[in-house]
C-alpha cells in the first residue's frame, strides 16, 4: 500500500508544481535512480531528497549552496566532508547542524559555541575528552544532557552543581555509586531518593530527616537494619510500615 508521502503531488520547495521535462538529472531515470514523486531533489518532501543523495550520493556537493535549506542539509549528509566545510556559516542551524555531525573533529571543536543549541548538540555528540567537558557549563539544558549521556563517568561530579534537577538526576544514573555522596543534600528530593538508591547502604543514616517521604523510604528500605528500624515511628505509614517490617530481619 503506497504512503502518503509518496501519492502527495509533486511540487518544489516554493510549492509550485513541476515535471521531469526541464530536468538535469533525466539521464538516471532509466536507472531508477530519480523517479518523480518517489526519489527527487526538486521534490520540497525531505524524505523524496534525502532518497535522491542515498541513491547518487556523488551528486551530493553540487547541491551544498541550493537555496532550500533542506536540500543543503541532506546534501550534506552525503557529500564529502571537505566539501561540507563552507556550511559551517550556514545561515540555517539545521543545515550547520549537519555540518558538525560529518567534519573532521577539528572544525567541529570551532562550533561548540554556535548561537544555536541544535549545533551545539551536534557537536556534543561527536567531541570527547576535553572538549566535551569544556561544553558541560553550556547555558542551554538540552545541551549539557547531552554531554551528561556522553561524558565519561568518572568526570560526571565536575557537574554535581548543575542548575538543573534534570541534569543531576541523568548524573546520578550513570556516575559511579562511591561518587554520589555529594548528591545525597541536593536541593531537589527526587535527586536525593535517586541518589540515595544507588549510594551504598551505609550512607544512608544521613538521610533518617530527610524532609521527603520518598527519600525516607529508601532509607527504611536499603540503609542496614539498626538503621532502617530508626523510622518506625516516622510520621508516615508507609515509611513506618517498613521500618517495622525490617524488624524481622536477623541483625547485621
Not at 562550533?111 to 555528540?125: E, F, G, H, N, Q
Not at 543531576?168 to 540515595?196: C, K, N, Q, S, T
Amino acid at each position: 500500500m503506497a504512503t502518503s508521502d509518496e501519492t502527495e503531488a509533486a511540487v518544489d520547495w516554493t510549492g509550485r508544481p513541476f515535471s521531469c521535462q526541464d530536468c538535469p538529472h533525466k539521464d538516471l531515470r532509466a536507472g531508477g535512480r530519480c523517479v518523480l514523486g518517489r526519489i527527487c531533489v526538486r521534490d520540497k518532501r525531505s524524505k523524496r531528497i534525502d532518497s535522491f543523495f542515498a541513491g547518487n550520493p556523488e551528486l551530493a556537493g553540487d547541491y551544498l549552496d541550493h537555496l532550500y535549506f533542506e536540500v543543503r542539509a541532506l546534501a550534506a549528509q552525503y557529500a564529502n566532508p571537505f566539501q561540507v566545510v563552507r556550511l559551517m556559516k550556514d545561515r540555517e542551524p539545521e543545515v550547520r547542524a549537519m555540518a558538525a555531525l560529518r567534519l573532521p573533529i577539528a572544525r567541529v571543536r570551532d562550533m561548540s559555541k554556535d548561537k544555536d543549541r541544535a549545533v551545539r548538540i551536534a557537536c556534543a555528540l561527536r567531541l570527547e575528552g576535553a572538549d566535551l567537558v569544556a561544553m558541560a557549563h553550556d547555558e542551554d539544558e538540552h545541551v549539557r544532557l547531552t554531554v551528561v549521556r556522553r561524558l565519561d563517568p568518572s568526570l560526571l561530579p565536575l557537574m554535581f552543581d548543575d542548575p538543573s534537577a534534570t541534569v543531576r538526576r541523568y548524573i546520578v544514573g550513570r556516575a559511579p555509586p562511591d561518587r554520589l555522596f555529594g548528591l545525597l543534600h541536593d536541593a531537589d528530593p527526587v535527586v536525593r531518593r535517586e541518589a540515595a538508591e544507588r549510594v551504598a547502604p551505609d550512607a544512608l543514616a544521613q538521610l533518617l530527616n530527610d524532609p521527603d517521604l520518598r527519600v525516607r523510604f529508601v532509607v527504611a528500605d536499603r540503609a542496614p537494619r539498626d538503621v532502617a528500624v530508626r523510622l518506625i515511628d516516622d510520621e508516615d505509614l508507609e515509611v513506618r510500615a517498613r521500618a517495622r517490617g525490617r524488624m524481622a530481619e536477623p541483625s547485621s
